[in-house]
């Protein structure tokens, strides 16, 4: 599923040998699109193709996504009552948070595609998905 790569964390940064995803775009379109990622600034595109190919799902559509949940920023989101409202994720963060709803508390929109469900949550972070 999407969510489990992209959703809290990355690959980014890359390795410098790697490309930035152009060997992993299977049609003009995609290529076109990983471009225009690239061009304008954000990162995880290679992230969110190699995802989006995986669970054979439109790159378009997981670009479309990430784009409405949270702009190509790796961030917690802003719900009411619930910690970090915009900041960026990190493992301790992620941490704090689980420990914070398995206490009571609220959750928390994280990551690219802004997980709130707990257990998503949970199920990125045991897989070691590092920001």
């Not at 040998?17 to 775009?25: H, Q, Y």
């Not at 471009?35 to 992230?47: I, L, Q, S, T």
């Not at 054979?56 to 619930?82: M, P, T, Y």
């Not at 508390?105 to 997980?115: A, E, H, P």
Request: hydrophobic share 40%; aromatic share 6%; net charge positive.
């Amino acid at each position: 599923m999407l969510c489990s790569d992209v959703a809290i964390y990355s690959t980014w940064p890359r390795p410098a040998e790697r490309t930035w995803g152009e060997d992993m775009a299977t049609s003009p379109t995609d290529a076109k699109l990983l471009k225009m990622v690239r061009d304008a600034g954000h990162a995880f595109g290679p992230a969110i193709l190699a995802t989006s190919k995986r669970e054979k799902l439109s790159f378009a559509l997981a670009l479309a996504l990430v784009e409405q949940e949270s702009g190509f920023r790796n961030i917690f989101g802003c719900d009411q009552g619930a910690p970090f409202c915009h900041l960026p994720v990190t493992s301790e963060r992620v941490k704090a948070l689980i420990a914070h709803v398995n206490g009571g508390g609220i959750s928390n929109g994280v990551g690219l595609t802004q997980l709130t469900s707990i257990g998503f949550i949970q199920q990125a972070d045991s897989r070691g998905r590092r920001p």
